[in-house]
């Protein structure tokens, strides 16, 4: 597999600040923005590929994260054409509807934006940004509610899982109306608009979001129906990767929602909390070591995130078979080992990263981004306020 070495890092080793400094980002990027709006076409058609895909910044992520979608999103910087678009967004927004402490919400955005740089997103090669810097995803929700159908929403999922309701509740039964909150409802249709607003053509999502997606893509045909062919339908690029699971309940997702921290690895985890976090994982009482996802699932998690976590260059089944004869300790002294080496680069380059310049780095890169983001968006805002009357 690729290394991928923090971009931040490698701009930094052996120097004594991060370059380009702050103003360096902020000229290159507001002469664009500029640049760009006195050129922007009168269609709404992405000429390149456009990829779009957002995390919410709810505290440092997890190994399923990184697995899932953070590891894939940087090497779509090396696989796709240089022409290809890349639009990263910590959707700040979005995570609200949960009602963070104010002071709690900005840590987390800044330490999921140094994970991504440290992760190796480039912030020349990819946009990466905060949503609510960007009011034209504000913007393009409203329009698209005007024509979103609730019957659509009130058969999503998410709202009911994030209130703990069966698939089958309503939004009119008592226990849902008294909690239920029309973010949380109209979550989708903000997450459609974060997506048309760039024009995306194909958007990374894991299997939980493929409903959202079909939504977005709902809402691209009811705007287009009305106003002609303007947002283009995006496609669905699921990951490669399989889900890490629970390292205390293996047949549920690894999650930040788990009320038990041992349950996830962050990705800055130390390396002496990888190793206890490991060795207490659930597996079972089965003597010596084998990969067999449905009769050992504790076992079989570990394996296949060694599996993931190095690229994927011998089989789950291989991978085992360099275990069978140890215990359950020296299997998991092993595959702690193995965990924490490969994500030693990430913690040490989130660790220079977060306070690079104190603090200013950071700030750099969200201004950069956030300059390109709203260029995008407008491209885009433009067509769309002509279609309607505005």
Not at 49 to 66: A, K, R
Not at 116 to 145: C, K, N
Not at 239 to 255: I, N, Y
Request: overall charge positive.
């Amino acid at each position: 597999m690729r290394q991928l070495r923090p971009w931040a890092v490698q701009r930094c080793l052996g120097r004594g600040q991060f370059e380009p400094h702050i103003n360096d980002y902020y000229t290159v990027a507001t002469t664009s923005f500029i640049r760009q709006q006195s050129s922007i076409s009168k269609t709404a058609k992405p000429k390149n590929e456009v990829i779009f895909s957002g995390i919410q910044p709810t505290g440092v992520p997890h190994l399923g994260n990184y697995i899932g979608a953070l590891r894939q999103w940087a090497l779509l910087q090396h696989d796709t054409a240089v022409d290809t678009k890349l639009l990263y967004s910590i959707v700040d927004l979005h995570a609200i509807t949960a009602r963070p402490a104010p002071e709690q919400l900005q840590k987390w955005k800044r330490e999921t934006l140094a994970i991504m740089l440290s992760v190796g997103l480039d912030p020349v090669r990819s946009t990466i940004f905060y949503q609510s810097t960007v009011p034209a995803h504000t913007e393009l929700m409203w329009i698209l509610s005007c024509s979103a159908s609730v019957g659509y929403l009130a058969r999503m999922t998410q709202w009911k899982s994030k209130l703990s309701l069966p698939d089958s509740a309503s939004f009119m039964d008592t226990g849902a109306k008294a909690r239920l909150k029309l973010g949380l409802f109209s979550y989708p249709v903000l997450q459609a608009a974060d997506v048309l607003v760039h024009r995306a053509t194909r958007v990374p999502v894991g299997d939980d979001q493929t409903q959202h997606l079909e939504f977005a893509r709902e809402c691209a045909v009811n705007f287009n129906h009305i106003y002609g062919k303007i947002l283009p339908e995006p496609q669905t690029v699921t990951s490669s990767g399989k889900r890490v699971m629970s390292l205390k309940e293996p047949w549920l997702k690894m999650s930040k929602s788990h009320e038990d921290p041992r349950s996830r690895i962050l990705l800055t985890d130390k390396h002496e909390d990888i190793v206890n976090k490991v060795r207490l994982a659930l597996t079972d009482s089965v003597i010596g070591i084998s990969y067999d996802p449905c009769q050992r699932p504790g076992i079989s998690n570990l394996i296949e995130t060694v599996h993931h976590l190095e690229g994927g260059v011998t089989t789950c089944v291989d991978l085992a078979r360099q275990f069978e004869s140890l215990s359950k300790h020296q299997f998991k002294t092993i595959i702690a080992e193995r965990i924490s080496t490969s994500l030693l680069p990430i913690r040490e380059g989130y660790e220079r990263i977060l306070d690079a310049d104190e603090g200013r780095y950071l700030d750099a890169v969200a201004a950069r981004g956030a300059v390109k983001a709203k260029a995008s968006a407008e491209e885009t805002m433009v067509v769309v306020r002509e279609a309607v009357g505005l």
